[in-house]
């Protein structure tokens, strides 16, 4: 009687297992890949932001660390140069060095014997279109920082539009299919926001280097008018 009371509460036992087993909806796991995809048609102009962002980013980058080199002999060349009253291989030396201060220190010394207003204006306006060069094309990077989370967010709204239109239609509210889509349509506002945050962090920083070789810049006209004025 024992045995058969035990036997029925095992077979009982069982049952209840295998119902919660059976209740329990089964995992799937999606690649990265696969979960990026869910995010929609607006993916696909944001990732041709993100790669042209990459690209501005590197192109610039390495313009402007050639170009904003400044070789710390070369004012001390030209120097040596003009206090010798060897105008023209002071700039032949100036430029030889091939970037942007060896191309402002040569408008300097082409106009040497000019007044010193005009030669400091002459230096500026050269200064000036090297900084312009540098600084070409940055405006899309502060662009895309701003379109790039601007799409996201209509890839979700657009998402979010169709989730209620097929509850309207379909009459079904439940929080697994609602939930589902809005997941789905919010990848695209998380790629938005981080195709603008690399956009907007490499414009302020290639803006910062530009800044710093202006300032540099700027002391090497006041050392060039100095040499002048004590020759």
């Not at 790629?191 to 945050?197: D, E, Q, Y």
Request: charge should be negative; glycine fraction near 10%; proline fraction near 2%.
């Amino acid at each position: 009687m024992f045995s058969l009371i035990q036997l029925q509460a095992d077979t009982i036992a069982n049952a209840a297992t295998g119902a919660v087993v059976e209740n329990i909806a089964p995992t799937t796991e999606i690649s990265v890949l696969q979960f990026i995809l869910k995010g929609g048609f607006f993916l696909i102009p944001i990732a041709f932001l993100l790669f042209y962002t990459f690209y501005l980013i590197i192109e610039r980058y390495l313009y402007i660390q050639k170009a904003s080199k400044i070789e710390p002999l070369l004012m001390r060349d030209v120097r040596d140069q003009l206090n010798s009253g060897n105008l023209e291989i002071a700039r032949s030396i100036a430029e030889r060095s091939n970037s942007s201060s060896g191309n402002i220190l040569k408008e300097g010394i082409s106009v040497i014997g000019r007044p010193i207003v005009e030669i400091e204006s002459n230096m500026d306006r050269a200064a000036d279109i090297e900084i312009g060069e540098m600084e070409k094309h940055l405006g899309h990077l502060g662009l895309i920082a701003g379109i790039a989370p601007t799409l996201g967010f209509v890839g979700t709204i657009s998402g979010v539009i169709k989730i209620f239109y097929s509850i309207s239609v379909t009459e079904n509210i439940s929080i697994g299919n609602i939930s589902g889509g809005l997941y789905e349509k919010m990848i695209s506002s998380g790629a938005g926001l981080i195709v603008g945050i690399i956009a907007y962090s490499g414009y302020h920083i290639l803006n910062g280097r530009i800044d710093n070789f202006a300032l540099k810049i700027q002391k090497q006209i006041l050392e060039f008018v100095n040499i002048i004025q004590k020759a």
